[in-house]
């Protein structure tokens, strides 16, 4: 497929594009982009007119946003044994996209617009109710190691980020089942090694 470029910011949902990416052992090309400025200059927005990161470049295959990143991942290094067995596949497609889906709108409405939804809306909006996309993950995790069972796979990259982030940051209610999960996925090395570069390439906050 040829060069695989990354295109991210440490301050972004490029972090779990990074554990994808160490996930998989990709040797890859870091392109650091700043928000307002390269970000939303002429050259990135040919790869993404959204202006927003991540992307990957791998020879002429451009993908953006990060669920799409991660499944294209584990299909492009099969070698890394992350892509969806046969019996695997339902889960891991069902909980990749609804964690990027009905989730992240969920959570969006309620912890950054802070939107009431009322109860007829909830029959139009595709997640219904912040309570509800919560139960509905945590009652599929409490069953389970992983997202497919008790095999870790490239869902668990995506659906564990959300997670990872939701009860560090107050996004998802910090549950014993979300923080057992979160504390599986903390103990792997690629977690690990992408969580220290982009710590590293983080801006010194002012009086640090």
């Avoid at 294209?72 to 992350?82: D, H, T």
């Avoid at 964690?99 to 997640?127: C, M, N, S, W, Y």
């Avoid at 095999?151 to 979300?178: C, E, H, K, N, S």
């Amino acid at each position: 497929m040829g060069e695989l470029i990354f295109y991210t910011n440490p301050m972004s949902r490029g972090q779990i594009a990074r554990w994808a990416l160490e996930e998989v052992g990709a040797d890859y090309e870091q392109r650091l982009l700043d928000y307002g400025t390269t970000m939303k200059g002429e050259d990135y927005l040919a790869v993404n007119p959204m202006g927003k990161v991540p992307a990957i470049k791998h020879g002429d295959q451009v993908v953006t946003e990060a669920a799409a990143i991660c499944a294209y991942l584990a299909e492009a290094f099969p070698e890394a044994g992350l892509a969806p067995r046969d019996e695997e596949r339902a889960a891991y497609y069902r909980w990749m996209f609804f964690a990027a889906g009905p989730l992240e709108q969920a959570i969006t409405a309620e912890k950054i617009l802070h939107a009431a939804i009322e109860d007829e809306q909830q029959r139009t909006v595709g997640f219904g109710s912040y309570k509800a996309a919560v139960d509905a993950l945590g009652g599929w995790i409490k069953d389970r190691d992983y997202v497919c069972g008790d095999r870790f796979t490239m869902a668990d990259v995506y659906v564990g980020a959300q997670v990872d982030w939701g009860v560090q940051f107050g996004t998802l209610p910090a549950l014993d089942i979300f923080q057992a999960y979160a504390g599986r996925l903390r103990e792997r090395e690629a977690y690990q090694r992408a969580k220290a570069i982009d710590q590293e390439l983080m801006p010194e906050q002012p009086g640090a």
